[in-house]
């Protein structure tokens, strides 16, 4: 499947005892993991880098609560991406829709769990890199409330945005998983009502948004109660507008020093992006400051008291691998107008793969209030039940 580093034998036997002993993993191969090079999906990068002197904070934190990790997967490079494609690696197999992206740029952990090769396994997600791979490949998948997972040895891209995710093939893991890493107190009150967002299915394609109606019934029904809204008053792709001047601008400073100093080899696209992130003024930088806090201002208000909010998680299935980048652009934007809202708002938010289209997954999502993380954990296992 070409899901796995090719380069990088990590393995790490779990803990004999422990709430996850029994699993199975697969790391991104962004997270440190001891006497191993973390590669990031670029070869000059992995070149001007020494081996880690100690695991990510998260993988040893699974291994040490019974997880057994048999390898790194393969990332887009610098996780600057959204389809998965990676020109010095190869793009992992999509093993529920062939001959179509993963997603990225959590691309290899997701194609690893589609696939049954591992229980379940770790990405990251800045602006989508859970989320959208567990929409392309039928998982669930989970970006947790920013700041609620340590990052300690996970290389950075923009780290007011960064998050560590995981994908599962069921609800039950995704929440076993979660157990461990988010210790944390928490809001366990149960949802009150379901927001459907009227603006965000508005940038799905209609067949999308038809076969994730019966999920939105089963959620709604669940909860007792479901009301339409429209989220952004500006209009979702301004506000994703603003966020690629914020998440750009980090990443640039981010990276930096090192692409000064080693010129690296890095695809169009993903050059492309550091340039744009480098030339962004201080004055737009600060317009889209302000614009992401009277986002989070909006969307604080409307999760109050236990509302959840519920939209696709991507506007399409996965379009097919090799795609000119012309084509891939406005599907990208479609896309950003959606991974945005829990981005901005650093609220946790899960992938439902509870639907197709045409034999191909699409996903729903559902954004909880910060801290909410186990309360949506429930209620997806909840809607998971139901389904079947």
Known sequence: MNAFCRDSYAYLEGAPDGPLAGLTFAAKDIFDVVGHVTGAGNPDWKATHAAADRSAWVVDRLVKSGATMVGKTITDELTRGIFGENPHYGTPVNPRAPGRVPGGSSSGSASAVAGGLVDFSLGSDTGGSVRVPAAFCGLYGIRPTHGRVRVDGMVPQAPSYDTVGWFARDADTLARVVKVLISAPASTAKPRLLLVAEDAFEVADPASTTALRPIVDIAASLIGASSKVRISPTGLAEWSRHQRVLQ?????????????????????????????????????????????????????????????????????????????????????????????????????????????????????????????????????????????
Not at 284 to 310: F, S, T
Not at 336 to 356: D, F, K, S, V
Request: hydrophobic residues 50%; proline residues 7%.
């Open 248 to 388: 750009g601008r980090e990443a640039w400073e981010t990276a930096r020093a090192w692409i000064d100093r080693v010129n690296p080899r890095l695809a169009f696209s993903v050059a492309e992006s550091y340039m744009a992130g480098r030339s962004f003024t201080d004055a737009q930088v600060k317009e889209a400051a302000k614009v992401r806090a009277d986002a989070m201002a909006i969307v604080d208000e409307l999760l109050a008291d236990g509302a959840v909010l519920c939209l696709p998680t991507a506007p399409t299935p996965a379009p097919t691998v090799g795609e000119p980048q012309s084509v891939r652009r406005p599907l990208g934007a479609r896309i950003g107008a959606l991974t945005c809202i829990a981005g901005i708002t650093e609220c946790p938010q899960i992938n439902l793969p509870l639907a197709e289209v045409d034999g191909l997954p699409v996903g729903l999502s559902l954004i909880a209030a910060r801290g909410s993380d186990e309360s949506l954990i429930a209620l997806a296992r909840q809607v998971e039940a139901a389904f079947a």
